[in-house]
């Protein structure tokens, strides 16, 4: 399971609130970007659906496991990534959606990615059933700009402030995601990014370059482009299996791109940009068990001509 690294003394407030059964049912997630609010928005609303007993999120319930995979539908993103801020009427759907019970969890949770860019009156309007919500409902607001708040929204949250990672900490992340960079590399990309490890993360992979069959795969799959697919795959059955791995692996960091992209963040490449605009969370996640399947089958030692036939089927599958 995805965790939050470092901010201690706020995972220990809310374990504490957790276990005293006394949650707020609006918080304000406050942090510049990469600093975790999205994972912590992702446990946060776990811990809220989840059914184990104690220790909340347990990770492996269905109701954690539709959570952490994006497809819980009582966890609703209130947000047009289209517009460039988010209007009252966007508000106004979601606090109408308030007074439906929930679908299937304990709560039913709206996240709002981008608090901040509520214009004045969407922030009224949420202020509105943020005062007196039904006892279900919870608000879990993002933001790296809380001053653009209003002064009333802020005093009804609980503001949850993350705070930078220790060089250690930051630095050993960076090390499990980046194993061929040196460590100096790493530690200056802890001291760019102010110890936030989303920043350190994209100034690592900045200057990495998509490889031409990524882009070309990114095309075939947001356009729904089964021919186009195999035509790609084919000629990579002749690669060895380690050059099939990192293309396979930066596949599925473009689909997770694409499906932050559905959650409205802005996403590094315009390859999971195109991906995002035209498939959905559940067709992304498919094709990524299917890579993860076919990257197993690789160390597995099985040859990457089957591989590569395997993967045209299942990717294909969904068509
Ligand atoms: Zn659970």
Known sequence: MQTLLGNERLKTALAAAFAADKLSHCYLLAGPPGSGKHTLARILSAAMQCSAGSRRPCGTCL?????????????????????KTVTVET??????DVYVKPNEGRRKIYLFPRAQDMNPAAQNALLKVIEEPPDYAAFLLLTDAAERLLPTIR???VTLQLSPLSEPVCVEALRRRFPDK???ALADAWVRSGGFLGQAEQLLTEGEAL??????????????????????????????SEQLLPLLRQWTEVLSQAMQVRVGLPGKWEAARKIGRSRTTADCLNAVRSLQRAEELLQGNVLPGSVCGALQVWLNSAE
């Open 182 to 184: 040196p460590r100096e």
């Open 155 to 157: 005093s009804r949250a």
């Open 63 to 83: 109701p954690c496991r539709k959570v952490l995979d994006g497809v819980h539908p009582d966890v609703i993103t209130v947000d047009a990534p289209e517009k």
């Open 91 to 96: 508000v106004r759907r979601a606090r109408a």
């Open 211 to 240: 490889a031409g069959e990524t882009l070309r795969f990114a095309d075939c799959f947001a356009g729904r482009d089964p021919l186009g697919l195999t035509e790609l795959l084919v000629p990579m059955e002749r690669l060895r």
